[in-house]
């Protein structure tokens, strides 16, 4: 997440940087220095902001869960943690997702692939 869209999404919630600071756990010098790009916002922090945008948003969002999205097989759906915690509507939030095959080793190797998906595009858009 870059500082623009950081800020947008503070926006979007209609807090202030104090405000968000106490929502996140994180020191208002860090929203600050998230919001001037001085600092890259951590993978929990992010993670958390997607949340609270897509509550906000939730009529915005698709009723589908993600395995019926990208049609997942029964295989996959079966080792997937997604379809077994019942999560498909923020299959994003949930480290350890099978999307395209396999679980990715990091958040942001994770969030590459889901900012390009139907069940997170609606959360994105600004």
């Keep these: 997440m870059d500082s623009d869209e950081f800020v947008g999404f503070r926006k979007k ?18 929203i600050h220095s998230y ?4 600092r890259s916002v951590p993978a929990h922090v992010e993670k958390q902001m997607l949340f609270l945008v897509a509550r906000v948003m939730q009529n915005g969002n698709s009723n589908k869960p993600c395995w ?4 997942c097989p029964d295989e996959r759906k079966k080792t997937c943690p997604v379809f077994e915690f019942d999560a498909g509507k923020l299959c994003w939030m949930i480290s350890g997702t ?9 958040w942001q190797e994770k969030m590459k692939i889901c900012r390009q998906c139907k ?4 959360v994105l858009k600004k």
């Design 13 to 30: 919630l209609n807090k202030t940087q104090s405000q968000m600071a106490q929502l996140l756990g994180v020191s208002v010098k860090a």
């Design 35 to 38: 919001e001037q790009g001085w």
């Design 68 to 71: 019926e999205i990208k049609n």
């Design 98 to 106: 099978l999307c395209e095959g396999h679980a990715r080793k990091s």
């Design 119 to 122: 069940a997170l595009i609606p």
